[in-house]
C-alpha cells in the first residue's frame, strides 16, 4: 500500500468525522492499518493481539486477512463490541494476560499515551510476541496538534489549563483526563525505548497518517514532536 498524498487526505477527512461518525471513521483506519501490516506480514493464519481493542474494528480488519486475532481490554464494556466469541479477554495493557512468546503479531493503535506506563505496556507487548514476530505499535505523541485529544491544541498551555478549559466550555470533563486517562508521550522516547530494549530490533519508524515522503520528519528532533501526529513503530522480536 503506498503512502501517497491522496491516502492522508482520505484519513485526514476520515478523522473529521470521528465524533459524529466514529463507525466510518475507525472502519476505514482499520482497514487501511490491515493493509499497512500486510505489507509487511502475511496475517493467513497468524495469531495477532490487539491491545486496547476495544470495540474490535482492528481486529475485524485483521480477520478479513485471514488472522486469528484477540482483543485485551481493561474496559469490560468496550469489549461488549466484539463480534467474535471469545476473541474478547478483560486484562490490563500493562500485565497482559498472556503467555510469553504466545502471539504472532502484536498490535496497538493509540492506546499508549493512555496507560501511566507507557515503555512498561511495549514490553509487555515485547514479551508476548513470539521470536520473529511482529510488534506493531502507534501512539498520538504528545507535542502534535492532536497531542491533547479533544482537548487540543489547548494542551500546549498545559493538560490541566486544557481540561479545565474543556470542562468550562463543555459543562463536563473530557474523557481524556490529563494524568488520568492521557499522559505526555514523545516520539524521541520512543524511538530511545526501541533502540535500547533488549528483545526487540527496530525495523521502522515513520509517521501514520503522513505520505511517505515525511518520514524524514522522524529523524529531526524536536520538529518530529509538533509535525509527526502519530508515529508508528515497527519491531522484530528477538530470540
Known sequence: MRADLARSIRLF??????????DAYYTTLAADT???LVDRVSLAGATVLDVGGG?????DAFRRAGA???????DAGELTGQGTP????????LE?????????????????????????MAGEMARVTREGGLIFLAYTNWLSPWGGHETSPWHYLGGEHAARRYARVHGRQPKNRYGRSLFPVSVAHGLRWARSARDVELVDAFPRYL?????????VPVVREFV???????????G
Open 13 to 22: 477527512r476520515a478523522f473529521t468525522t470521528e465524533q459524529a461518525k466514529p
Open 86 to 93: 471469545g476473541s474478547g479477554v478483560l486484562g490490563s495493557a
Open 34 to 36: 490491515a493493509a499497512q
Open 68 to 74: 486469528r486475532c484477540v482483543c485485551v481490554d481493561v
Open 228 to 238: 509527526t501526529w502519530n508515529l508508528v513503530l515497527v519491531l522484530r522480536k528477538l
Open 96 to 120: 497482559l494476560p498472556l503467555a510469553d512468546g504466545s502471539v504472532d503479531v502484536c498490535f496497538s493503535s493509540n492506546v499508549l499515551e493512555h496507560v501511566p506506563d507507557p515503555w512498561r
Open 55 to 59: 470495540p474490535g474494528y482492528f481486529a
Open 211 to 219: 505520505p511517505w515522503w515525511c518520514r524524514p520528519l522522524v529523524k
